[in-house]
Every structure is written in structure tokens, then in C-alpha cells.
């Protein structure tokens, strides 16, 4: 009992000396305390991890939510939030901070919704994917006349324009047939990306991510993809003409369901610009190529959006307590959206767990994969769907599955081996009568 009775003395502190929330910008060093605080408040729903360093070497953390930290549960979804991938642009930077203290203050409080979030998914918040950057824009300050400086990393480049080029190949696939998911790096891929491109990349080939945001500014929109059009450039000109993914309606959703919970986002009118309900196809807005969300929907199975939050690319301080409370909503809302549509388990008939197995639906074609443990997510509007679990040396298995508004379906496959044909099949006599008899 006195063991219990240090236990709750020691909650008691930890519930009285929580630190508040501060609307402030934060150098590398206070993101790196305001992450090991959040941590300290927060031990037994977080992790605090490196994916890896910068060109100057600093750091990339990453801070995780889960009931289980550091640990992958299956049937449970991961998700993501990047922010300040182009340095100068501040405010996902500071958005994300207050996101990990506002979901570690309200867990700890109670509050059946974030409570039910964090125990139904993993989540992992990259506050800063390129600090060095950072560094740099903050030296000069908000209110500098220096648009760009501290956009790219410490080499001079845009991360945005650094990923592996894959729209080119399944746009020539989807035309002359080849893989419509998944699609493999090229074999000299490290040389070609800088070291904060690389951990991303690495990071995301570790988990299986489902649904992924990266916060920029500049605009006020949500962006989808795809951000390349097929034809990227004409005659010198960045060609803009909309780009749909097979996933369209779906990205369409996902960009909605931000923008209205936004303060005003969905209004349109922003910045000098006006997009439909605030949302854009990437393409149609600008042609991007290289950029981080198309790669995420081309390699892996996690469907990304892009986040334009703010007019000003590095806010003034004072600012930043009115955009937390218009993004807040919004950033809890999107992460709730992983959970829809179909998942499952898919084994063989002796309840092994088959990993990389494919899951097609009928009419959409962009396949996912099982995950290592042999679950899946399949993110997918209401409506009624055929699904094909596909793995080598095993029979398919097709069902049909109506998905509703709620909670994602459970849709669990068993496979059986398929049986090799080694001799030729056996054939019935003929019974000596012409046609049927």
C-alpha cells in the first residue's frame, strides 16, 4: 500500500507543477527540452526518438504518442505530422510543440477523446525536419524582408524538391501497365538525396504508416496530391493542370475535413488567394516535382497531405496563440480520420501472419501492403467495395465489403497455398456418347 500511496503522491506533483503552454518560437536546443518535458510529463504514453542528423548534425526527433511507446500493435494505425521542412517556415514547427503538450496535458486529464485517440493509434510528431534551416530564418527574425532565407537545409537545397523522382515512372505505368504502388527506389538513391531526405525515407520504409500530414506556409489551403501534373513543364512555363490519384475523392475528403475544422481555412479567401472550400489539387495549384507527399503515396502505403497554414512563412510571436487555437481542431480531426474504412489481419490457414501481402479494391488502382505483423489499413470513403488479398505461392482471396461513416471495417483474409500443378490434370474417359447423352 505505501508503494501505491508514493505512486498517487508523485501523480499529484506531476498533475500540480505541469508546466503551461507557451506561444513563443523555440531555437533547436528549446524543441529539444520542450520534447524531453513533454516526455517527463508524459513517460508512459511517449518516446522520445531520433530518425537521424542534420547536415550541420543536429538531431531530427521525433516525439511518440502511444499506450504502448516504441511499440507497433497490430490493427493499430500509424500516423504522422512533419513540420518545418522548409526552415523559414515556422509555424508547423510551433503547431506541432503545442499539439505534444496539448495531447499529453489532456490524456492526463482525462479527456475521453484524446484518451481514445492515443489508445487507438500511434502517433508521431517530427516538430522540425530541417533545423538547420531554422536556425538560420530565426537569426533574422519575423519581421526580416528576406523571404527565402533559411528554406533549404544547410546544402543549399529545397527538401521539398529532394525525394526520389517515382511520378514519372507510374505515370508511364498507368498508360503502358507496371506496378501501381510500392513503386522501388532507384539503386543510387542515398547519393542522390540529402542526409534529412534520407532519414525521412528511411523512417518511413520502418513503419507503416497510414495517414501523414507536412505543415508548411505561405498559404492558407490544404494540398493533395498528386503535386506533379504529367506533363511538369511546357515551353519553360510550370505547367499547372489538376492531377488526380486514384484516390482522389478520398484526398479530397481528407483535405476538407482539415480545412472546415480550421478557423478559416474553408472560406477560401486567403493570403490574396481563393481556393474552392480551401482545399487544391497540388498539380493544378503549381506543378511540384520531388516533393515529400507524392513520394509517400508512390513508395510506401501512407497517404500524405500538405498543409499551407499561414500567410506569413515565420509568424510574429504574438500571432501564434491565434493560430494554435484555429489549427487545433483541425489537427486532432485529421488524425482521427485514419480510422476509416477497412483493416485487418491476413494469415495463412495455419494463423501465420503474412506480411507484404497486397490488398486491392475493384476500381481504385492503388494497391496497399500488410504491414510486418500482417495487418493492414485501407483508407476508403462509405460505400460498398470488392477487395482481393493477393500473396505469391497462396490463392487469392476476394470479398465484398460495405464500409459506413463510422468506425473501419474489420475484414480479416485467410489464404491458402496454392497447390503447384506438377503433373497434367487428370482427365475423365469418354463415355463413347456424342455431346451431353
Keep these: 500500500m505505501s508503494g501505491l500511496l508514493s505512486v498517487s503522491f508523485h501523480l499529484i506533483l506531476l498533475f500540480k507543477f505541469v508546466a503551461p503552454v507557451t506561444f513563443r518560437h523555440h531555437r533547436y536546443d528549446e524543441l529539444v527540452r520542450t520534447l524531453y518535458r513533454v516526455h517527463n510529463e508524459c513517460p508512459y504514453i511517449t518516446r522520445v526518438y531520433s530518425i537521424g542528423r542534420s547536415v550541420k548534425g543536429r538531431h531530427l526527433y521525433v516525439l511518440e504518442f502511444s499506450d504502448y511507446p516504441g511499440i507497433h500493435e497490430p490493427l493499430e494505425p500509424e500516423v504522422k505530422y512533419v513540420g518545418n521542412m522548409h526552415g523559414n517556415e ?18 492526463r ?38 523571404y527565402l532565407v533559411g528554406r533549404n537545409n544547410a546544402n543549399g537545397v529545397d527538401l521539398n524538391r529532394n525525394f526520389p523522382d517515382l511520378n514519372t515512372y507510374i505515370y508511364y505505368n498507368e ?103 480551401g482545399i487544391t489539387n497540388g498539380a493544378s495549384w503549381y506543378s511540384l516535382s520531388k516533393g515529400m507527399q507524392d513520394f509517400n503515396y508512390l513508395h510506401t502505403n501512407c497517404f500524405e497531405i500538405t498543409l499551407e497554414l499561414s500567410c ?22 485529421f488524425l482521427e480520420q485514419v480510422h476509416q474504412g477497412i483493416k485487418g489481419m491476413v494469415r495463412d490457414e495455419n494463423y501465420n501472419n503474412l506480411a507484404e501481402a497486397v490488398i486491392s479494391v ?22 460498398t467495395y470488392t477487395v482481393t488479398a493477393t500473396a505469391p505461392g497462396f490463392d487469392p482471396e476476394t470479398v465484398t465489403v ?17 497447390v503447384p500443378q506438377t503433373t497434367p490434370p487428370r482427365r475423365v474417359p469418354n463415355s463413347g456418347h456424342g455431346g451431353r447423352g
Excluded at 90 to 106: D, K, T
Excluded at 127 to 146: C, F, I, K, L, R
Design 175 to 277: 498508360k503502358h501497365g507496371g506496378p501501381n504502388h510500392h513503386l522501388p527506389l532507384p539503386d543510387n538513391w542515398k547519393s542522390q538525396v540529402e542526409p534529412e531526405t534520407q532519414a525521412v525515407i528511411q523512417w518511413i520504409r520502418s513503419f507503416n504508416f497510414v495517414l501523414s500530414a507536412n505543415l508548411h506556409g505561405g498559404a492558407v489551403v490544404a494540398n493533395y496530391p498528386y503535386d506533379r501534373s504529367l506533363e511538369h513543364r511546357v515551353r519553360g512555363f510550370r505547367r499547372t493542370a489538376n492531377t488526380p490519384t486514384p484516390d482522389d475523392k478520398l484526398f479530397q475528403k481528407l483535405a476538407k475535413v482539415y480545412s472546415y475544422a480550421h478557423g478559416w481555412m474553408h472560406q477560401g479567401w486567403n493570403c490574396g488567394d481563393y481556393f474552392p472550400d
Design 362 to 383: 475493384s476500381g481504385i488502382n492503388h494497391d496497399i501492403t500488410s504491414g510486418d505483423h500482417g495487418d493492414y489499413f485501407r483508407l476508403l470513403l462509405p460505400g
Design 312 to 333: 506569413d512563412k515565420f509568424p510574429r510571436q504574438e500571432e501564434l496563440q491565434r493560430e494554435w487555437l484555429g489549427n487545433r481542431e483541425a489537427l486532432i480531426q
Design 402 to 418: 460495405t464500409v459506413g461513416p463510422g468506425e473501419p471495417k474489420l475484414v480479416n483474409f485467410h489464404l491458402k497455398r496454392s
Design 109 to 146: 486529464n482525462g479527456n475521453q477523446r484524446i484518451v481514445r485517440l492515443l489508445e487507438g493509434t500511434r502517433v508521431h510528431i517530427l516538430p522540425s525536419m530541417n533545423p538547420d534551416g531554422y536556425e538560420v530564418a530565426a537569426a533574422q527574425g519575423a519581421d526580416s524582408s528576406g
Design 90 to 107: 515556422a509555424l508547423g514547427r510551433e503547431l506541432l510543440l503545442q499539439l505534444a503538450e496539448f495531447l499529453c496535458e489532456e490524456f
